[in-house]
């Protein structure tokens, strides 16, 4: 029987090459997946965190180092599968990369018999992985208008910041966000903050969210969570 995939299955193809993505990207879509195509290394983990993809698919021409804190990057966001291209069998940066939290390393070149197989095996491990869900009942997000809004029909506006935390933090209820991946996420690659700046964004979330609320953010030793319930 042929295999079956979700079309809602939405994999992010994270590549900076002009002639490379299209590919990449009309070869996911003939598999009948959802392929959104970011080329822009530094707005990377913003797309993620607006469309929270199943899947991420990582090919970018850069030093191994860089390659390496993207895949963290992701990793810390959600537990969603990553598959990491690789220039080269280097054994060494193969095993910096699963140590990084990459699923599988795909070592150029490969057939696109291939690629599109591991992107099918993948892509049903993703919809059958007990992972946490994106959004819970109680609350839901507007990232057009950033906007918290909950059952009762209230709306909450909040600041990029304020809504960023929020949003990573509902991607994986219960999960304890240390407050260094906090900080990478919420204020990006080439961002700079501190613990006082983190400090400061949840102290204002919290206000928003109220007194009946405010302990759905919820402080641990070293980081930030958010309780379902």
Known sequence: MPTTI????????????????PLLGYMIREKGLNA?????????????????????????NAPHSERIVLAKKYRA????????????????????AYRAGVDECIVKP??????????????????TAPLSPRRVPRLRLDSARRLALFENGEKVSLTNLEFRLLRLLLNRPGHIF??????????????????????????RLRKKLGEEREYMVQTSPGGYSFLEE
């Open 77 to 96: 966001l959600s537990q969603k599968p990553i598959l990491l291209f690789l220039p080269a069998h280097h054994e060494t940066e193969i095993l910096e």
């Open 6 to 21: 979700n079309p809602a299955i939405r994999v992010l193809i994270v590549c900076d090459q002009s002639d490379t993505a």
């Open 110 to 127: 490969v057939s696109p018999a291939i690629f599109l197989a591991k992107i099918t095996s993948w892509s049903r491990r993703s919809t």
């Open 178 to 203: 240390r407050n260094d991946e906090i900080i990478r996420s919420v204020w990006g690659l080439s961002g700079e903050s501190d613990q006082t700046a983190l400090k400061n964004v949840v102290y």
């Open 36 to 60: 959104i195509i970011e080329t822009s290394v530094q707005r990377a983990i913003d797309r993620a965190m607006e469309i929270m993809p199943d899947l991420i698919v990582i090919d970018v």
